[in-house]
């Protein structure tokens, strides 16, 4: 296998690593030296700052023609805790939002046969006219192809028709792990990998800016991941529309993948860090800590990680899947946890602006 010291000569120099740089970290077991090596990564790009948002999650329904066996969210419609939000509950929550100070609503839901894509612009105008200062982080790259087929429109026309009803940039999920193997295993009916991309590179050209994101600790394989992470660097080489990459530890409770535990916290730190070592092109890391948790998230700032992504009131996705942190944390949780860990924390808003206060 090879050795880490020739990967350390090419961190410390600002070289690109190569795919086999990729897999020797990930079958490494020295976390400790792969996390060091994140680390001048993160200080290089972001100094001390760790950034966090103050957002709120909105997922409008969980009725999705896509039934992922990795998923513990999505129902068919008339299944036991299949639901759909109204006009009227989804904008109660924009404005429970608005009070609590939020500068981001994230929203994401399942395929559902049965809306209209005018459901869709409706419900981005809605939310932009009461609250016009809050960015609406909006429908993933699936959501976004399944919207427009719906529409009868090619994916950048939806795109344009998003934008002007409010949509201000897009979330990274659906991309789990773009490998066919491995989509046949755990989302045969979902967008494959090219197709998620294709939507992405359509949004950037379009100047609507997103995240990325990897679901681990399922079937795949290192290769398989690190193939994965370097057809995001090539998008974001030929693009530069990412935001930040946001690694998703995969939760096995109540879906159809059988794994008795989840990720370990070792897993968890090498990812992330691997991550950051890969993603030279990338701005911001940023572990999720709703799958992660708040103290290994409050490590990861030590392995690669500048953001611990926000408050995150009302996120349902990751606890159906049996996920035990808080549904919301305070700011002042958030900034306690980042001084902790010897970072000095930074609000942003959706687009990285930050500080938004002193």
């Not at 006219?129 to 609406?136: A, E, N, V």
């Not at 991309?197 to 290769?223: F, K």
Request: overall charge negative; charged content about 25%; some cysteine.
């Amino acid at each position: 296998m090879k050795s880490l010291r020739s990967i350390r000569e090419k961190v410390e120099s600002g070289e690109r690593l190569s795919a086999s740089d990729g897999v020797a970290l990930f079958k490494s077991n020295d976390v400790l030296e792969t996390g060091r090596l994140a680390n001048i990564v993160r200080e290089r790009k972001n100094g001390n700052r760790a950034y966090y948002i103050i957002n709120y999650h909105i997922n409008y329904a969980n009725i999705c023609v896509n039934r992922c066996r990795f998923c513990a969210f999505s129902r068919s419609a008339g299944e036991d805790g299949a639901y759909e939000m109204d006009m009227e509950e989804i904008l109660r929550r924009a404005d429970e939002a608005a009070r609590m100070g939020a500068t981001e609503i994230h929203i994401v839901g399942g395929l559902h046969p049965a809306l209209p894509f005018e459901f869709y612009t409706e419900m981005l105008r809605e939310i932009r006219s009461r609250h016009p200062h809050i960015h609406l982080q909006a429908f993933t790259a699936v959501e976004i192809a399944h919207i427009a087929g719906v529409g009868g429109m090619p994916v950048g026309d939806a795109l344009v028709e998003l934008r002007e009803a409010g949509l201000g940039s897009l979330p990274g999920g659906g991309a789990e792990v773009f490998a066919p193997r491995v989509r046949r295993e755990i989302c045969p009916e979902k967008l494959p990998g090219e197709k998620w991309l294709d939507v992405m590179r359509t949004a950037h050209r379009l100047n609507i800016r997103s995240n990325a994101t990897m679901l681990y600790g399922h079937v795949e394989t290192p290769e398989e991941k690190i193939e994965h992470l370097i057809k995001l660097r090539e998008l974001q080489d030929e693009t530069g529309g990412f935001m930040s990459f946001i690694p998703l530890a995969f939760h096995p409770r109540n879906t159809g993948i059988s794994r008795r535990f989840g990720t370990t916290g070792i897993e968890d730190l090498k990812h992330l860090a691997i991550a950051r070592l890969m993603l030279d092109n990338f701005d911001h890391i940023k572990a999720f800590w709703i799958m992660l948790g708040l103290k290994l998230s409050q490590v990861s700032l030590s392995f690669g990680v500048d953001d611990i992504d926000g408050t995150v009131v009302e996120e349902k996705i990751t606890h159906m899947a049996g996920a035990e942190t808080p549904r919301g944390v305070s700011v002042e949780e958030l900034r306690g946890l980042i001084r902790e860990a010897g970072r000095t924390p930074v609000r942003r808003d959706t687009l990285y602006n930050a500080p938004l206060d002193s």
